[in-house]
């Protein structure tokens, strides 16, 4: 009998007015099987590259954080009334995390400024691509979530190689 929507939907001005846990449990709630069937889909595929660059636990965990600061970040520039659910937002926070390894791992490699960004540039095509269609489409909150991944990807490429499994050979 618990609403599920009400009580975890991503609602921009119940966020910002403290009911910050809205940013994770809105991750699991999604419109409708396709919504859903996508969202597994995509975000499978870039869970499974990530894991194996930094081991699966951490990975998830890392998208898992993209995600809620995504919805943290949209909800900061949304109207209040505002309400999203889905994992989309991890999903592209995931994108955004892959693309800052591979712009950190390639940084001694482009010498030049331009090729440098290579990385991220090739990501926000996949997200204009992936992440701008369909009528109900949360645009913000995908971009927002490309933006957080990157973020956490910046951060996770500076941090100590020891600490993930892509260190063994």
């Known amino acids: 009998s618990l609403d599920w929507w009400s009580a975890g939907a991503a609602q921009a001005g119940l966020i910002v ?18 919504h859903l069937a996508s969202n597994l889909f995509f975000g499978s595929g870039l869970g499974l590259l990530l894991a194996q660059l930094l ?13 809620a600061l995504g919805n943290a970040l949209s909800a900061l520039v949304q109207p209040a009334s505002h309400t999203a659910v889905g994992a989309s937002t991890a999903v592209f926070g995931a ?23 290579l990385p991220f540039a090739a990501g926000a095509m996949l ?5 701008f269609g369909g009528e109900r489409t949360d645009v913000l909150g995908h971009v927002a979530g490309f933006i957080a991944g990157g973020a956490v990807g910046v951060g996770v490429a500076c941090a100590d190689p020891s600490l993930f499994q892509s260190t063994r050979a």
Do not use: C, M, N
């Not at 081991?55 to 995600?67: N, R």
């Not at 997200?127 to 992440?131: D, F, P, V």
């Open 127 to 131: 997200l204009a691509y992936l992440g």
């Open 17 to 34: 007015s403290g009911e910050w846990w809205r940013t994770v449990t809105a991750l699991g709630l999604h419109a409708d099987f396709g």
């Open 55 to 67: 081991g699966t636990g951490f990975a998830w965990l890392a998208i898992l954080l993209s995600g």
């Open 95 to 117: 994108l955004g995390i892959l693309a800052a390894l591979a712009w950190k791992r390639q940084a001694g490699v482009w010498r030049l400024p331009l090729r440098r960004w």
